[in-house]
T-cell receptor, first 114, second 114 residues
Framework: NAGVTQTPKFQVLKTGQSMTLQCAQD?????MSWYRQDPGMGLRLIHY???????DQGEVPNGYNVSRSTTEDFPLRLLSAAPSQTSVYFC?????????????FGPGTRLTVT | AQSVSQHNHHVILSEAASLELGCNYS??????LFWYVQYPGQHLQLLLK??????LVKGIKGFEAEFIKSKFSFNLRKPSVQWSDTAEYFC????????????FGTGTRLTIIP
């Protein structure tokens, strides 16, 4: 298994540009989530999904959209990038039916908005 | 809403010293608790977790943590640290079972001096 994969690893955007961060997992996990990591603030939940077709907001959802059309993929869209969205983004997945409440994290995407 | 506090922002130790990193959470009900580690340039990995039972939990790489319900604490310990333990350590909690929303602390950066 590849686990949780994220692309790209690095990205630089100009203010106002849009882009999609990709996340995929091959463990058949129902639950997927996106976090952003900022210095001194730990990881904060942006959006999450408990299964295909179901998404919900986390702690810091503004400026981000998600969709979950398949179990494997959970892309994160930035509609109009802002410097405040400069961060490292982590995708995670888990399945309540297996190792309960253990989330597996992807390698992260480092995003800079200028 | 639940919260997690890690009061040590940066800890510097010499090799072979003993380690204790503090973690306190604010929630009066049943909790599941985790410690994650992030080595430089890498993604988060699970060190150990507590669900129920023995409050002293052993994890990978010689780490352990003790759940003290009366103190709302889940401190991480290691008797003798190594240079390779240099990393950032995050405490996390789940309180709403079924939605698996992890709440993270702000992290503790650990630097081990050879």
């Amino acid at each position: 298994n590849a686990g949780v994969t994220q692309t790209p690893k690095f990205q630089v955007l100009k203010t106002g540009q849009s882009m999609t961060l990709q996340c995929a997992q091959d463990m058949n996990h129902e639950y997927m989530s996106w976090y952003r990591q900022d210095p001194g603030m730990g990881l904060r939940l942006i959006h999450y999904s408990v299964g295909a077709g179901i998404t919900d907001q986390g702690e810091v959802p503004n400026g981000y959209n998600v969709s979950r059309s398949t179990t494997e993929d959970f892309p994160l869209r930035l509609l109009s990038a802002a410097p405040s969205q400069t961060s490292v983004y982590f995708c995670a997945s888990s399945s309540p039916g297996t190792v309960i409440y253990e989330q597996y994290f992807g390698p992260g995407t480092r995003l800079t908005v200028t | 809403a639940q919260s997690v506090s890690q009061h040590n922002h940066h800890v510097i130790l010499s090799e072979a010293a003993s380690l204790e990193l503090g973690c306190n959470y604010s929630y009066g009900g049943t909790v599941n608790l985790f410690w994650y580690v992030q080595y430089p340039g890498q993604h988060l990995q699970l060190l150990l977790k507590y669900f129920s039972g023995d409050p002293l939990v052993k994890g990978i790489k010689g780490f352990e943590a003790e759940f003290i319900k009366s103190k709302f604490s889940f401190n991480l310990r290691k008797p003798s640290v190594q240079w390779s333990d240099t990393a950032e350590y995050f405490c996390a909690v789940i309180t709403n079972f079924g939605n698996e929303k992890l709440t993270f602390g702000t992290g503790t950066r650990l630097t081990i001096i050879p």
